[in-house]
């Protein structure tokens, strides 16, 4: 199976497509030269006798171990971006960026092309400590190998290739044990690396990097059973495992697949989530179903979101599990669009309390009262924001999946693909009808106002997404369409082909609605998926609850912790809608019901500067 992505796809969502826009702006923001400062220390061509420019600082400050990581993840964002949208300008600076690290790969000796000394290798290779060398290395060489998979870039890959060759004189005479001595150590995804360098070129210099970077110290604990990852570091491991996903993918070795797949068994199936989707404490695991003593300022890495994403892509095309979508779903919701490029605006007239943008925050706090931290563009510069824009260059990428005549919806947001079937190419035009009635979005009355029947069919807020499904193709083609069936649907959903309703229950399978037909030109498929309050339970404290709507986990906007009373009500009557409608739009905002003072409730995606509270307290 293959996950549609680039140009096949082509995001017409607005939420998603304001945090790319947004993105874009932020990668044309960053100055070449600063990207490259550390670059050009490292290989002595900083010769600027005083010149001076506006240098990043933080993570990338020159006196910081990690200096130049972040490089890495821009061109991986570069290439994301213009594999999407084809910008000659954006493809233009990642091309020069490389240019300028081929000069000081030639500069280096030939090999070396890293932001950092070599030193710090023979350094944890004595068992010196090192912050996270690996890691550093690791974002600059998927970079450029992004730049090359996605853009076509002959360079880039021609400098990754120079570069894995101080890596196999480096390791080729180390035994196992002290690589794995060497691995204990933060290690990024080298493992990624070498099998994306072995797929490109079938060397099989990459095949002896691969067994010597196999962490076994790590991965064979891990496919006996044992939990190896409480209390431990998060992302150290992830980007491991997506190292282990991507071998499997490059050279068949089964072992590799087993531990990716035990992997994320062990780090979500067994562990549990909190309600929404992510995980940690202050960048380590939680025990299994334990987070009642875990609700903290530092809960959910960003970078932990964007790569357990990734992983649950990959491991979705291998076994069409409609779980791995589910949880793709949840992350992106209420990690990736609620910890990045948050953006709001107020009405004329209104004084705006606290500031309308915000870049990266590093966690998102669990805890009740909290706020969430924003970074700064040109400061900062922790793990963070590497995988901020990444992630915003990637989301068209889990809308759609294909197998021979079977096609599968992922994440649901209006959008234009376009698939190859036995030679023939079928185009789905997906988009969501509102059921406003209406289409003015602002007190601009320049929109179409004809009177209409929805209007007053649905008075108050529909509670559904109804997503709408046009096929177009030459001539009629049989295929399957998998409409995902999401698990937060709770009621029954109904499904329309050309206006006639279809029998859900009887297509039902494996999570996916299978309607298989011989499809024509201009045949429209609605899903309308229910939307309702509900409620999820603090893994290990059943009194301790989250609301949300939809896919939506939802923020009570207070200053310290409120218990809610039941008076004897369901907990989902507890929230009402509040402001449900704004011009032509439904909002999905609420306010409590017999609580005294109440409390307003939003998408916790749509949360700034405010404190706000996740999990409630519940008396009866």
């Not at 992830?238 to 089964?254: F, L, M, N, Q, V």
């Not at 988009?431 to 649905?458: E, V």
């Not at 939802?554 to 004897?568: F, N, Q, V």
Request: overall charge negative; glycine content about 6%; some cysteine.
């Amino acid at each position: 199976m293959i996950s549609l992505e680039g140009n096949k796809v082509k995001l017409k969502d607005d939420a998603l497509l304001t945090k790319e826009r947004d993105n874009y702006t932020y990668l044309t923001e960053l100055n070449k030269d600063a990207l490259l400062m550390n670059y050009y220390n490292e290989a002595g061509l900083n010769q600027n006798y005083g010149k001076k420019i506006a240098l990043h600082t933080g993570w990338e400050d020159p006196t910081c171990q990690l200096r130049g990581h972040f490089l890495g993840h821009y061109l991986s964002a570069v290439a994301l971006t213009y594999h999407e949208t084809g910008d000659e300008e954006l493809l233009a600076k990642g091309n020069a960026i490389v240019h300028e690290l081929k000069k000081c790969q030639i500069e280096n000796g030939g090999e070396w092309v890293a932001s950092i000394p070599e030193k710090y290798f023979y350094w944890i290779a004595k068992g010196k400590q090192v912050w996270a060398p690996h890691y550093t290395v690791h974002k600059t060489f998927l970079g450029l190998n992004d730049m090359y998979r996605y853009t076509g870039n002959k360079e880039a890959l021609e400098v990754s290739i120079n570069f894995s060759k101080w890596f196999f004189n480096w390791v080729k005479d180390k035994s196992y044990d002290e690589m794995d001595d060497i691995l204990d150590f933060e290690t990024g995804g080298m493992l990624e690396i070498w099998a994306d360098l072995y797929e490109f070129t079938k060397d099989e210099m990459y095949l002896t990097l691969i067994d010597k970077y196999d962490r076994r110290r790590l991965f064979n604990p891990l496919l006996e059973g044992v939990d190896v990852l409480t209390n431990m570091h998060a992302n150290t491991t992830i980007p491991e495992a997506i190292g282990c996903a991507r071998i499997y993918e490059a050279t068949g070795i089964e072992r590799f697949k087993n531990i990716a797949m035990a992997y994320f068994d062990l780090a979500v199936f067994k562990r549990g989530t909190s309600v929404t989707g992510g995980q940690t404490c202050g960048e380590i695991w939680t025990p299994p179903h334990s987070m009642e003593n875990r609700l903290g300022q530092k809960n959910q890495e960003h970078c932990t979101v964007y790569n357990m994403i990734r992983l649950a892509d990959i491991l979705f095309k291998w076994t069409k599990d409609h779980r791995y979508l589910d949880y793709i779903e949840k992350n992106l919701y209420n990690g990736i669009m609620s910890q990045g490029h948050f953006r709001t605006s107020h009405a004329n007239g209104e004084e705006a309390l606290t500031k309308e943008e915000g870049l990266i925050t590093y966690f998102q706090p669990l805890r009740s009262g909290a706020k969430k931290v924003w970074a700064s563009k040109f400061s900062d510069f922790f793990c963070c924001h590497g995988t901020l824009v990444q992630a915003n260059a990637s989301h068209n990428r889990y809308l759609y999946y294909q197998e021979d005549k079977d096609i599968y919806t992922g994440v649901y947001a209006a959008s234009l693909a376009a698939f190859d079937i036995d030679g023939a190419t079928i185009s789905i035009n997906q988009y969501r009808d509102t059921l406003s009635g209406c289409y003015q979005s602002s007190s601009t009355n320049d929109a179409k106002q004809s009177q209409n029947d929805i209007s007053h069919i649905y008075m108050h807020h529909p509670d559904v997404l109804l997503e709408c499904f046009e096929i177009n193709m030459d001539s009629p083609l049989e295929f399957t369409l998998n409409l995902r069936l999401p698990a937060w649907v709770h009621k029954k959903a109904t499904l329309m082909l050309n206006e006639e309703e279809i029998d859900i229950d009887s297509i039902l399978e494996g999570g996916f609605i299978r309607l298989k037909r011989t499809f024509k030109a201009k045949d429209i498929v609605k899903l309308m998926l229910p939307m309702d309050i509900y409620t999820t339970q603090l893994e290990d404290d059943s009194d301790m609850v989250a609301f949300s709507y939809g896919p939506y986990v939802l923020a009570g906007l207070c200053r310290e912790e409120r218990t809610l009373y039941t008076h004897g009500h369901e907990l989902s009557e507890l929230l009402i809608h509040d402001n449900e409608r704004e011009w032509g739009s439904w909002i999905d905002t609420f306010r409590t019901k017999y609580q005294d003072p109440g409390i307003n409730f939003i998408p916790l995606n749509k949360v700034g500067y405010e404190n706000y509270q996740v999990y409630f307290p519940v008396c009866k």
